[in-house]
């Protein structure tokens, strides 16, 4: 029977809907995990190992060791703020980093033999006795290749230039510029001694299971002082774009499952009701119903495991299709993607198969005898709520399972539930209500409407599946779209990449003077002051090992303002009015939920060794990857007035302009200098990436759903076609029959498209509320889009899909269906 209906075509629109289906899940999950193995390799660039421990004190030997039992590759770094001179008069405040053999274990390192050179990647660090100086220090302090410069005791030779470190951009604490020298020279310089401000780093690289196993010990043995640092807190600018993206991938294969089960069901239906008569033949012939039940059973998993072994086939091969296309985009070689893409297609296959497709097959075993000799007889094989309730049970399954994510399968559903309630209910009364409209239109109207009336019911199931098929490709649109622009907010080509901390306050206006006098475009020049918070309603808070959960004694830095700072959203209380006394304070908002406070408890500080006690006035929501000052805590600028105070800024700098530093430094060279253009150009580059990587699985996703509409265009044509051809048996023009179909056709886009507008509104908020952590804009653009995608898509997909009935003799149409 098989071989039979494949050689008539009957088995063509299911197969192709499964190995589609197939394809497409195993494709993009496969694409998707090794593009997310990808960025994470990526990602551990900007740490330069797979996983670092940042400590104030040197990391007990007993680390190393684990390690090296783990066959884990280790190295160490210590970084610290020093004096550099050159001779008795030339010296410069530097960011020094000592760094052991074997550094770095992930990324490169780059210098060149002179300063702003011909860049070349270095396979080591400076040699015993040599350091490597930021290009800038050349000029500052007059050396050249060759010369010595003395930190604290000792002296070492200027070797080379530095030019690039994988973890330069590893937060605020790199003082620039950078001075690079060999781990084992810190003794022998006398700068670091108890109490010294330093950052030590144990950097360890291995296989990724060996390092999940060594991090899982080393957790539970860390103390106050020491933390185990991932993508997230090495570089959160990175860490977000990631965790956003990871979460886009995860939305995209969700929606290539429903997409998945649309089209099995669709194609299901059709096969189902084209062999509603063959099975009457047979039970007239003496077939019982268990033996076609066993037939068509035994003949769905023929079907299931031949096409998903294509699909899997298929989906690997467009993995590697887009793979060879982005592979110039990724700086890393992806692994493996593993079993698990293959496990999902299978899943899918079969989940859908025994869901969508074996409730209308199983019932063809009902099919009456009578149906030989009465065509008119109602079909035995029209689906009930318990196969929409079946689907929509399976699809949520396989979308949560895939996805991992209540929230986000709870967001899609929703918006589908949207989508199948409106889309019944407008679709019955648009189409009922278009009687009075038939009655006066011309002719094609007239049949067009009259089409539209005579297949009412099966026409409004038919307008929700395109709706849900269209929402899930403007829901994929639109988060894109979000994404992008979030990231190019957040990250603008005029984006803050300097900070200038320890400003003092008679050196505000000449800076401000300065900055102005340059071009240089700034931010507000704040006012900072460190303290402690001792206390929350009177209660002393403890000192905390950073194991527990418990809140604790925290140091921030405070400011002061009159007005909400730029940047800074008031999510809870009031601002002060200006010039007030009263010791008010505006918190951040996690900086809050951590401290667990809100608006009108009371909170206890130390600034140096002067208490002070506030009252919380508001919860403020602020942007930290904005490279923009901010602040934990603000105040009235009365209640800090007795404090002494420094003032700190950030600005932006052109490549070009990079000469500024150094008149700059020559004129404050007591005013720190943060060069943050490199996390700036690494953030940004990771952000490209991800972007690219999403463009590609849209455009996967968006091929699929035209597929689907496809499928769901081909569902309905047969009925269609068997009208159009008795008409053209009965003189009607082609033009006739063509607009009629376009018309019919077009008025289901319609609907379909103002309903998947609603829908993808309202799943897009649930997304970005929700799963996303983003502000929901509204899209006032997608609705003429959304409308007018879906009237033209489907109007022309159905006059292609009945082409065939003016290009072929009415006979040989009449005998095909």
Not at 281 to 306: C, T
Not at 407 to 433: C, E, N, P, W
Not at 495 to 501: I, Q, R, S, T, V
Request: charged share 15%; proline share 5%.
């Amino acid at each position: 029977m098989l071989a039979r209906d494949w050689r008539g075509g009957e088995l063509g629109i299911l197969v192709a809907a499964l190995v589609l289906a197939v394809a497409v899940v195993t494709g993009i999950s496969a694409f998707t995990t090794r593009l997310q193995s990808a960025l994470e390799q990526e990602s551990h660039r900007f740490l330069a190992a797979d996983a670092v421990l940042s400590s104030t004190r040197q990391a007990p030997g007993e680390f190393v060791e684990e390690a090296g039992r783990r066959d884990l590759r280790t190295a160490t770094t210590l970084s610290f703020p020093s004096m550099i001179f050159a001779g008795e008069e030339a010296m410069i405040l530097a960011s020094v980093k000592a760094a052991s053999d074997h550094y770095p274990l992930r990324g490169e390192l780059t210098y060149s033999s002179e300063p702003f050179g011909e860049v070349k990647t270095a396979t080591r660090g400076p040699q015993p006795g040599t350091v490597w100086l930021d290009s800038r220090l050349f000029a500052l302090l007059n050396v050249t290749v060759g010369d010595k410069v003395g930190i604290g005791e000792a002296e070492f030779v200027v070797e080379a230039a530095t030019r690039t470190e994988p973890d330069q951009a590893a937060g605020l604490s790199s003082f620039g510029p950078r001075v690079l020298m060999h781990y084992s020279d810190i003794p022998a310089t006398g700068v670091v001694q108890p109490g010294s401000r330093v950052e030590y780093r144990q950097l360890y690289a291995g296989a990724p299971a060996s390092v999940e196993a060594f991090t899982s010990w080393l957790e539970p043995q860390l103390e106050n002082g020491q933390r185990l640092l991932d993508v997230d807190q090495g570089q959160p600018g990175v860490g977000r774009a990631l965790a956003r993206a990871e979460r886009f991938l995860l939305l995209a294969g969700s929606l290539a499952v429903v997409l998945a089960g649309v089209a099995i069901a669709l194609a299901a239906r059709r096969f189902s009701e084209r062999h509603t008569d063959y099975v009457a033949i047979m039970k007239s012939l003496g077939a019982q119903s268990r033996v076609i039940n066993r037939l068509y059973g035994s003949s769905l998993i023929m079907l299931g495991l031949v096409a998903t072994a294509i699909g899997c086939t298929a989906g690997w091969a467009l993995q590697a299709v887009f793979f060879g296309l982005f592979a110039d985009q990724l700086p890393v070689t992806p692994g493996p993607a593993g079993p698990r893409p293959y496990a999902i297609g299978f899943a899918t296959a079969f989940t859908c198969l025994l869901c969508f497709a074996w409730p209308p097959l199983r019932r063809l075993g009902q099919a009456s005898p009578l149906r030989v000799l009465r065509r008119d007889m109602p079909s035995e094989n029209r689906r009930t709520l318990g196969d929409y309730l079946l689907g929509f049970v399976a699809i949520a399954g396989l979308m949560w399972w895939y996805s991992g994510d209540i929230r986000l399968t709870g967001a899609l559903l929703l918006g589908l539930g949207v989508t199948g309630v409106l889309g019944l209910g407008l679709a019955l009364t648009l189409l009922r209500g278009g009687r009075l409209v038939g009655m006066s239109a011309g002719s094609i109207w007239r049949l067009a409407l009259a089409g539209l009336q005579r297949r009412g019911t099966a026409n409004a199931l038919q307008v929700v599946i395109f709706a849900m098929a269209i929402m899930l490709l403007l829901v994929l649109v639109l988060v894109r779209t979000s994404l992008i622009r979030e990231w190019q907010a957040q990250l603008p080509a005029d984006a803050p990449n300097h900070f200038m901390l320890n400003i003092a306050p008679d050196e505000v206006q000449d800076i401000e003077q300065m900055l102005r006098s340059s071009d240089v475009p700034s931010e507000a020049i704040y006012p900072m002051i460190r303290g402690r918070v001792m206390s929350v309603n009177a209660e002393p808070l403890p000192t905390r090992d950073d194991a527990t959960g418990e809140r604790h004694q925290r140091g921030a830095n405070f400011t002061w303002s009159d007005t909400v700072p730029a940047g800074n959203e008031l999510v809870a209380g009031q601002w002060w009015p200006a010039g007030t006394e009263e010791a008010l304070v505006s918190l951040e908002e996690e900086f809050a939920l951590r401290l667990n406070v809100k608006v009108g408890d009371r909170i206890g500080l130390l600034i140096g060794s002067e208490p002070l006690e506030a009252t919380v006035a508001s919860i403020r929501k602020l942007d930290w990857q904005s490279f923009r000052p901010n602040f934990f805590m603000v105040f009235p600028p009365k209640v800090l007035a007795a404090f002494p105070a420094t003032f700190m800024t950030s600005f932006h700098l052109e490549p070009e302009q990079k000469p500024f530093l150094n008149t700059f430094i020559r004129r404050f060279p007591t005013v720190t200098v943060i060069e943050m253009d490199v996390v700036v150009e690494q953030v940004r580059g990771i952000v490209d990436q991800v972007s690219a990587a999403i463009e590609l699985v849209l455009g996967v996703i968006l091929a699929a759903g035209a597929l689907v509409l496809v499928a769901g265009v081909r569902a309905s044509v047969d009925s269609r076609m068997y009208e159009s051809s008795i008409l053209r048996a009965l003189g009607a023009r082609r033009g006739l029959i063509l607009g009629g179909l376009a018309i019919e056709f077009a008025a289901l886009g319609l609907f379909a498209g103002l309903l998947a507008t609603v829908a993808a509104e309202f799943s897009v908020y649930l997304l970005q509320a929700w799963v996303l952590d983003m502000r929901y804009v509204p899209s006032p653009w997608l609705w003429p889009i959304g409308i007018a995608s879906g009237t033209l898509l489907i109007g022309a997909l159905g006059v292609f899909s009945c082409r065939g009935v003016v290009s072929s003799p009415p006979l040989a149409v009449l005998r095909e269906l």
